[in-house]
Nanobody, 123 residues
Framework: QVQLVESGGGLVQPGGSLGLSCAASGRTFSDYTMHWFRQPPGKERAFVAG????????NYADSVKGRFTVSRDNAKNTMYLQMNSLKPEDTAVYYC????????????????WGQGTQVTVSS
């Protein structure tokens, strides 16, 4: 099984940018499709973005399309999320997740979750 550790969260002003990383260890990273989810305060965890094993196919939630970019570097066993034009409603705990299934979306079956990193968008 793969282990995941997120980093890069913090406080940013509206309109600003922030980058998250998800470092994987254990099983072969390229065996997994990778995903970002987020959980805003008082709400359920929701899908943000997903990326295929080779990094050539991505999928995004409508709320982040055009602002967020997911990528991965299989040589470094790391996935990234670049977040631009951040809004207060992007405030959440962000989780990376690994799946052995090919589906890139909210219904995919997650095998492993990271511990989460807090992103706060506020002036």
């Amino acid at each position: 099984q793969v282990q995941l550790v997120e980093s890069g969260g913090g406080l940013v002003q509206p309109g600003g940018s922030l980058g998250l990383s998800c470092a994987a260890s254990g099983r072969t990273f390229s065996d997994y499709t990778m995903h970002w989810f987020r959980q805003p305060p008082g709400k359920e965890r929701a899908f943000v973005a997903g990326i295929s094993r080779g990094g050539t196919i991505t999928n995004y939630a409508d709320s982040v399309k055009g602002r967020f970019t997911v990528s991965r570097d299989n040589a470094k066993n790391t996935m990234y999320l670049q977040m631009n034009s951040l809004k207060p409603e992007d405030t959440a705990v962000y989780y990376c997740a690994a799946s052995t299934k090919p589906l890139l979306g909210p219904g995919t079956q997650i095998e492993t979750w990271g511990q989460g990193t807090q992103v706060t968008v506020s002036s």
